[in-house]
């Protein structure tokens, strides 16, 4: 399993777990053809950061939570050399009304949104579904 390091470079990604959000500073590493960050990066910040949320919130779980589905919506760019802020906006045992209403009792859903801070536009949002196996 890749580290926030290997993907992204030792400084770039900063978690604050008080707050449930990152920052992370766009570079050309991870942009597109268009100078913007690329839509697999938002995908994989919004991953990291709901991982470290449920890792965090069910750590005293003798289970080990992985992730299951991620659901993306893409809203607006994020261009190169700015920071952005991840953060979980909500998380449940039950599934939100957008997925599948398939419940399984060892999922949990986050919900996190990447923004640009400079405008405050959302420019991304994700659903993670993450489910668990005993250790």
């Excluded at 993306?72 to 906006?89: F, G």
């Excluded at 923004?115 to 659903?127: F, I």
Aim: with cysteine.
């Amino acid at each position: 399993v890749p580290t926030v390091s290997t993907v992204f470079g030792p400084s770039q990604l900063h978690y604050d777990p008080t707050q449930h959000k990152a920052t992370f500073t766009t570079s050309q590493s991870v942009s597109n053809l268009l100078g913007t960050l690329h839509g697999g990066a938002h995908s994989t910040l919004i991953e990291l950061v709901a991982q470290h949320y449920v890792e965090q919130q069910q750590e005293s779980s003798q289970h080990h939570w992985h992730l299951e589905s991620i659901q993306m919506e893409y809203l607006s760019a994020a261009p190169l050399d700015s920071t952005v802020e991840i953060q979980v906006v909500s998380s449940s045992s039950l599934p939100p009304p957008t997925m599948s209403p398939s419940i399984r009792s060892s999922s949990w859903w986050v919900q996190v949104q990447l923004v640009t801070p400079h405008n405050g536009r959302v420019a991304s949002r994700g659903t993670c579904q993450f489910t668990s196996s005993s250790q």
